[in-house]
């Protein structure tokens, strides 16, 4: 059985995709120019990366605070297991839904870690020190360096 393709071929007009663009019509161009709009956006971007990079900083500061201050020592047997299920070679499904679920657990203690919901008082310590100092006295200079 062959298919007839010519059947479908020519029936409707080609269609490209146009680029769209904004065009400033009457003094509109003129109207962004004098408010600078184009200069203050290009300025916010730059600005924008600068303190993206900061606040990077602060969050991977803050893990591997936060990592570092877990106590794993009451989840050994968990990682423990994690890690002779991970290693198996021939995993069945009782292993692979086991695995997951071990999975699921260790996910929930790092996220409690992280968002300070463990008895740790450093864990709270850590979330003051960031806020009260580091943004302060960063985002402070860099207020001085944006104007």
């Known amino acids: ?6 059947d479908f ?3 409707y007009p080609l269609q490209k995709t146009l680029r769209f663009e904004l065009r400033p019509v009457g003094k509109t161009l003129e109207n962004i120019k004098i408010a600078e709009i184009l200069e203050h956006d290009e300025d916010l971007a730059a600005k ?3 303190v993206k990079n900061i606040i990077d900083r602060f969050h991977r500061k803050h893990i591997d605070e936060a990592l570092s201050l877990a ?6 047997s968990l990682l423990t297991q994690y ?22 657990d260790l996910r929930k203690l790092i996220v409690n870690v992280l968002q300070g919901k463990t008895n740790h008082s450093q864990s709270k310590k850590i979330k003051k ?5 580091c943004l302060k006295r960063n985002f402070s200079t860099m207020k001085n360096s944006f104007h």
């Open 1 to 6: 059985m062959t298919i007839k393709y010519q």
């Open 9 to 11: 071929i020519n029936l």
């Open 48 to 50: 924008y990366k600068i």
């Open 71 to 76: 106590n794993f020592k009451d989840n050994i």
């Open 83 to 104: 890690k002779e299920l991970y290693v198996k070679k021939d995993k069945d499904e009782k292993d692979k839904k086991q695995l997951s679920e071990i999975e699921k």
């Open 129 to 133: 020190h960031v806020m009260k100092y």
